[in-house]
């Protein structure tokens, strides 16, 4: 099969490899499209290896048809509509996944626009709703409001009802974020979030932030928080240190929370996919919440998409469209 890899430099390279084969509780999926992500460009460069037994292969989310089912699969047939979360080896023909990490590909919702969803959706459902605890009538602050993640964390929360808060770096990539629904996007190369959080809450400051930052938003964050808030750390694009207010924390109740779900396990993540197809997957076929879809280059063309992501100019998700799909 005809698949991406990098090389041990880190750049990219075409390649061609044996048809993965399902193992027991796993599919093979014929790949439509998959999705690109920060963590690829890390792992490229070798910052985030994957868990034991995964793929090497670049791409953690793909959308495509089952094409064969391992032993003791039952709760798909041949030929089934997917996006599937994964471990790794999305940049390829064929990938297999854990059966329970895929979601049928929603009404709606064209095959290559479902590449859009799995890692989004159990990152901002994982973090958020049950590592964050996000609870009825509490607000949100989401950094990164235009990313893969912002895009769609900021539609989940505003269909269940939560008054959400975003940041971003542009006035369009602001624009984007009111269109899907926040009650203010800070553009914060203009303006400090946390003047304007206070500013907003009336001096309260919000419940939860989902910060994918890092560096010295930690700081920042706290300042921006309500008594009793959940600060839930996701990545670190501006450095892993960061300095706090310890006596912050400790006045204020604040929790300081974080977690990474790729090698999580198996079960834990068919866990997972059974919330989000109860509770968020009726709202995709409502068109209450869509993948935003920044923009497709072919599966050679994986180079350009991540120099695209690299840039910073991403809005919504950056997909790779496999074969003839």
């Known amino acids: ?23 027991p509780g796993e599919v093979l999926i014929q790949v439509a499209a998959a999705g690109v992500n920060r963590a690829d460009l890390v792992q490229r460069q070798g910052g985030y290896p994957p868990p034991p ?17 391992g032993a003791g699969v039952t709760q798909w047939q041949i030929g089934d509509a997917v996006c599937a979360l994964l471990p790794g080896g999305g940049y390829a023909e064929y990938c297999v996944a854990a059966a329970g990490s895929c979601l049928p590909v929603p009404r709606g919702v064209s095959l290559v626009e ?71 996007a800070i553009d914060y190369r203009r303006e400090d979030f946390v003047a ?20 010295d938003y930690v700081a920042r964050d706290l300042n921006a928080m309500a008594v009793r808030g959940r600060l839930v750390l996701i990545a670190f694009q501006q450095g892993r240190m960061g300095a706090i207010d ?15 779900l790729r090698a999580r396990s198996d079960e834990v993540k068919g866990e997972i996919a059974v919330e989000l197809r109860e509770r968020i997957w009726p709202l995709v076929e409502e068109g209450r919440v869509r993948p935003v879809v920044d923009s497709v280059y072919a599966l050679g063309e994986a180079e350009g998409a991540h120099e695209r ?5 991403v809005s919504g998700k950056v997909l790779l469209r496999v074969g003839g799909a």
């Open 53 to 69: 037994g995964a793929s090497d292969l670049l791409g953690l989310e793909v959308s495509g048809h089952i094409a064969a089912l």
């Open 196 to 215: 304007r959080i206070r500013e907003l809450t009336g001096g309260r400051g919000v419940d939860v932030v989902l910060d994918m930052v890092g560096g």
């Open 309 to 313: 992501l690299a840039a910073g100019v």
């Open 114 to 184: 479902a590449a859009a969803l799995p890692e989004a959706a159990f990152t901002a459902w994982t973090m958020l709703w049950q590592l964050g605890r996000l609870a009825e009538g509490e607000s949100l602050l989401i950094h990164g409001g235009a990313s893969g993640v912002g895009t769609l964390a900021i539609q989940m929360a505003v269909a269940l009802g939560h008054t959400v808060y975003a940041t971003a770096g542009s006035p369009e990539k602001c624009a984007l974020c009111v269109e899907l629904g926040v009650a203010a």
């Open 1 to 23: 099969m005809f698949c991406m890899e990098a090389d041990p430099a880190g750049n990219l390279r075409r390649a061609h490899r044996p048809r993965p084969i399902a193992g």
């Open 246 to 260: 310890i006596a912050r924390v400790m006045t204020k109740r604040l929790s300081i929370l974080g977690a990474t």
